[in-house]
């Protein structure tokens, strides 16, 4: 492999400064758009560096927490200044790590700042409630207090937006943070992280250790000084964070995969529909967990529907995210290449119609990079494994049927329930799917793949631990309840 000259290092950050981890030792971070790009190199940190931070952590809340709520607040205000005095840099650093088109980076990033500034609002709401005692005399209350120390294991997909609406809460509502970036995405972490520092919060009250799942990740799911544990990624190692945390009694939260469908009812405004499949299943690559990945559409505007997909589809510039006309960048990775590789080969063998795309892009410019082409099934049955299993690429697997009954069924038929869509223009129809359909996102001729930082997020089924991130829904996850008497 040609290296380039000289990639930075990042360090781990602990106790209020940037230190290299205890094993010496150092991961590559690869440009997913041309594999031969060493983004940089990322510690591959050890258990000890985790106890380390940990520690800091620990010591660092006990003062943390005494701070009045719009005083953390106040900091988080300045951490939202400075990502967004740094916004071009991270989105590039972004693009250049995971592969997502700039402006899509850009756009993500931007949603970092506003998520900063929205939890630092909260610093100043309610945090308890006057419930009427039997005692007259007496004045009960409920206070929301931190749980302490939280370790927070995410993803490469959204590398700014997922750790900060994880940090953020945490931070305002008192408690203190590590982080465990995806190894895949660590450069754009420590640099999130970096404005943070630059914040000058408290030292030990936001510390970052990044390596392998297997060893830090696992070595959060088991510390017994993390109390909370807020985890997205996938539903095996989300499994493996409720497993863990449930035998040491720590509270965790999971928001894991998806299998999102999109119903195109008979009287569907097809070209709005055609736009919102491409853009909820194809940007980013179709590596969003709210991606839409299964397109079911009644029979009558089945033909019509199709053709306008496809010719829309055939438009679609793959590219480098930097470059200005790229519209869909590779896949973050060269295991997430193969992985979606591997389930088009499933869903050919298993016997549904590929009618575009399936298979990696060769060509002279993007060879050296992760390129797979945008790919569309047809007479997919919803026991196929592309019907089941999340891909996280972008793979549209189409079903046609007769009614909206079996459309609403076949929409149901997975373990997973994290977001939907249907269009139509009956309001009868809408009723209803809000109403039958297993979706803890339900979107009403709008694209899956969209949400809104002030409202709750999460799935039902499978799709997460039934808790909700982000809005106010935040404070469940972050605080305990205490309900105090007190009698004069
Ligand atoms: P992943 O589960 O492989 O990794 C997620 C994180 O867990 C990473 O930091 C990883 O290092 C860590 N990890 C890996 N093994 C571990 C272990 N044994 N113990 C503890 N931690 C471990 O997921 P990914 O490939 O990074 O991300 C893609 C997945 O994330 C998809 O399934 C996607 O649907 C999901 N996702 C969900 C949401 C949501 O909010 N529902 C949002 C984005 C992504």
Redesign the pocket.
């Known amino acids: 492999m040609t290296l380039q000259t000289e990639p930075k290092t990042y360090q781990n950050y602990i106790n209020g400064r940037w230190v290299s981890s205890s094993g010496n030792q150092v991961d590559a971070s690869i440009n997913p758009a041309n594999k031969n790009e060493v983004v940089g190199y990322i510690q591959k940190s050890t258990k000890e560096d985790l106890d380390q931070a940990v520690a800091a952590a620990k010591k660092a809340q006990v003062q943390w927490r005494k701070l009045s709520g719009p005083a953390r607040g106040e900091y988080l205000y300045k951490v939202a200044n400075i990502l967004e005095s740094h916004l071009d840099e991270i989105a590039e650093t972004m693009t250049k790590e995971m592969g997502k088109t700039l402006p899509e980076a850009k756009g993500e990033t931007a949603r970092g700042v506003a998520i900063l500034r929205y939890y630092a609002g909260e610093g100043m709401r309610k945090i308890g409630e006057v419930i009427p005692s039997t005692d007259s005399e007496a004045l009960m209350f409920t206070s929301r207090v931190p749980l302490g120390v939280v370790g927070v294991?995410?993803?490469?997909?959204?590398p700014v937006a997922?750790p900060i609406w994880k940090i953020a809460p945490a931070l305002v509502y008192g408690n203190a943070v590590i982080l465990?970036?995806?190894?895949?995405t660590a450069v754009t972490a420590a640099k999130v992280i970096q404005c943070f520092a630059e914040a000058e919060l408290p030292a030990g009250v936001v510390n970052m250790v990044t390596g392998?799942?297997?060893v830090i990740?696992?070595g959060?799911?088991d510390h017994p000084d993390i109390n909370g544990i807020t985890?997205?990624?996938?539903?095996?190692?989300?499994k493996?964070?409720a497993q863990g945390a449930v035998a040491r009694g720590a509270k965790y939260q999971l928001?894991?995969?998806?299998k999102n469908p999109v119903i195109v009812a008979a009287d569907a405004d097809l070209d709005l529909a055609v736009d919102a499949t491409i853009s909820g299943g194809l940007r980013s690559t179709g590596q969003?967990?709210t991606a839409t990945s299964r397109v079911i559409i009644q029979k009558e505007v089945y033909e019509p529907f199709k053709e306008k997909l496809l010719n829309k589809i055939k438009e679609i510039k793959i590219g480098p995210g930097l470059h200005g006309d790229t519209w869909m960048g590779p896949c973050a990775s060269e295991s997430q290449l193969n992985t979606v590789l591997s389930y088009i080969e499933k869903g050919k063998a298993e016997g549904a119609d590929l009618i575009y795309g399936g298979k990696r892009c060769e060509d002279s410019e993007l060879k050296h990079g992760f390129y797979v082409y945008p790919t569309v099934f047809e007479n997919v049955t919803s026991e196929m494994t592309i019907a089941q299993e999340?891909i996280?690429g972008p793979v549209l697997a189409l079903i046609k049927v007769e009614t909206l009954e079996e459309a609403l069924e076949i929409a149901n038929d997975v373990r997973f329930g994290?977001s939907a869509s249907i269009f139509t223009q009956n309001i009868g129809n809408m009723l209803s799917f809000i109403r039958e359909i297993d979706a803890g996102l339900v979107r009403i001729n709008a694209e899956s793949a969209g949400v809104e930082l002030q409202a709750p997020?999460?799935?039902m089924k499978q799709?997460?631990s039934h808790s909700r991130?982000q809005g106010q829904a935040a404070i469940e996850f972050f605080t305990a309840i205490k309900t105090v008497f007190v009698k004069p």
């Open positions: 294991i995410t993803p490469w997909n959204f997922i465990k970036p995806a190894q895949e392998p799942g297997s990740g696992q959060i799911i985890f997205t990624g996938s539903d095996q190692v989300g493996m964070v928001e894991m995969g998806g969003k967990c999340e996280f994290l997020f999460g799935g799709s997460s991130e």
